[in-house]
C-alpha cells in the first residue's frame, strides 16, 4: 500500500482522503520503515499537500491521539511556526487576555522548534501546568475559562516520528498537522501561518471541518499571526462561508512598528515581557497582544469585529483582569501540585 501512495505521488499525483489516512493509520502504527516513512513525508512534500491528503492524515491522526471529552464553544489559538522572526510569544499571551476578557480558551502547544521559546516553554517559566489529564482539562474550562493541552501528551503517536522528522531537516505534513491537532477539536480557532500558500488550503480545510467560526492569518511580513509590522491577510471561515480581507494597523488607530519592537528572547525573557503587558505596560507588544486577543474574542463569539475585540482586550489589561487571569492560573498550578505560589516578578 504505501509504495503504491509514494509512486502515486511522486507522479504529481494527490492521494485520495482514505488513501492519506491509510497511509497515516502505517505511519502512526509503526508499520513503515525509517526509509518508507522519510520517502512518503518527502513525496509529499515535494508535490505539496492536498486538502484530501491533510484531512486524511488528521483523520488517522485523531483515531491515535488521546482524546477529550468535547466542550462547547472553546476556541484555540496557534500558529504554524516556521517564521523564525524570534518574536515575543503574542498568541500565548493573547489567548490569556482573550480568557480574561471572557472567552473560553483550549490552547494547544509545544515547546520551542524554530525559536527559543515556545507556547509551553513560557507557561512553564510563569509557573503554569503545561501536562494536564483530560479530566482536568475539563476542569480547568470550566472553573477559570482556561486549559493548555500540551501536544506530546495527547499525541504519542508522533514521538517515535522525532528522529526521522529531525533528520529530514524540512516541513512536512506533520508540522501541518500541528495546528489542526487539538484534542477538543475546537470548531472555533484563531490560525496563523507563515507562509501566504497555506492561507487557502487551511481555510478550505477548517470549511470542511465545519467549524463555527475561524480565522486564519499571514502577514505580510512572514508573521504566522496578526503583525503591526505589516498588513494582514486574513481569511474568515464562518458556518462554511469564506470571506477573504486584510488588516491595517490603521483601522485600530494603530502605527507600524518594527520586528525589533516585538523581538522575543528565551522563556525567561519572555515571561517578563508577558509580566510587562498584563501588569499595565504599554507599547508595541501589549498593541500586538491586544491585536490577536481581539481576534480570538471575536472567533469566540464575545466580539462582533477586531474594534469591538480590541477594546475588550485592552480593558482586560487596564482593570488588571488579565493579570488576575495569570494568577489564578499560577495559583491553580501550585496548589494542583501541592503548594501555593503566586504570579513571580
Not at 471561515?237 to 494597523?249: K, M, N
Request: charged fraction near 20%; hydrophobic fraction near 45%; proline fraction near 4%.
Amino acid at each position: 500500500m504505501i509504495q503504491e501512495a509514494i509512486q502515486k505521488v511522486l507522479n504529481n499525483q494527490s492521494l485520495m482522503l482514505e488513501e492519506a489516512a491509510d497511509c497515516g493509520r502505517q505511519l502512526f502504527k509503526g508499520e513503515l520503515s525509517p526509509a518508507q516513512a522519510g520517502a512518503f513525508l518527502m513525496a509529499l512534500a515535494v508535490k505539496g499537500e492536498s486538502k484530501s491528503e491533510v484531512l486524511g492524515m488528521l483523520k488517522a491522526l485523531r483515531e491515535h491521539m488521546i482524546s477529550v471529552e468535547p466542550v462547547e464553544d472553546v476556541v484555540d489559538v496557534c500558529g504554524t511556526g516556521g517564521d523564525k522572526l524570534q518574536t515575543f510569544n503574542t498568541s500565548t499571551a493573547a489567548s490569556i487576555v482573550a480568557s480574561a476578557a471572557g472567552a473560553r480558551v483550549a490552547k494547544a502547544g509545544n515547546r520551542s522548534a524554530t525559536s527559543p521559546c515556545g507556547s509551553a516553554d513560557l507557561l512553564e517559566a510563569a509557573g503554569v501546568r503545561i501536562e494536564l489529564k483530560p479530566s482536568e482539562v475539563k476542569r480547568w474550562l470550566a472553573e477559570c475559562g482556561y486549559a493548555f493541552l500540551f501536544s506530546p501528551h495527547y499525541h504519542p503517536a508522533l514521538k517515535p516520528l522525532t528522529a526521522i522528522r529531525r533528520e529530514l531537516g524540512v516541513r512536512t505534513i506533520l508540522n501541518m498537522l500541528g495546528p489542526l491537532g487539538n484534542p477538543l477539536c475546537p470548531t472555533r480557532q484563531l490560525l496563523g501561518v507563515s507562509k501566504q500558500d497555506d492561507l487557502q488550503l487551511y481555510a478550505e480545510i477548517l470549511a470542511e471541518l465545519k467549524v463555527a467560526h475561524a480565522m486564519i492569518v499571514h502577514g505580510l511580513d512572514g508573521m504566522d499571526e496578526i503583525t503591526l509590522c505589516s498588513p494582514t491577510d486574513v481569511i474568515e471561515v464562518r458556518h462554511g462561508e469564506i470571506q477573504s480581507w486584510r488588516f491595517d494597523p490603521s483601522s485600530l488607530g494603530l502605527r507600524y512598528i518594527s520586528l525589533e519592537e516585538i523581538r522575543g528572547g528565551d522563556a525567561k525573557d519572555n515571561y517578563r515581557l508577558l509580566l510587562q503587558v498584563v501588569q499595565g505596560g504599554t507599547g508595541p507588544i501589549r498593541d500586538i497582544v491586544c491585536v490577536n486577543a481581539a481576534a480570538v474574542l471575536v472567533v469566540a463569539g464575545r466580539a462582533e469585529n477586531l474594534q469591538e475585540g480590541f477594546l475588550q482586550a485592552s480593558h482586560a489589561l487596564d482593570t488588571g483582569a488579565a493579570f488576575k487571569k495569570l494568577e489564578e492560573l499560577v495559583q491553580r498550578s501550585h496548589v494542583e501540585r501541592g503548594a501555593i505560589s503566586h504570579v513571580h516578578a
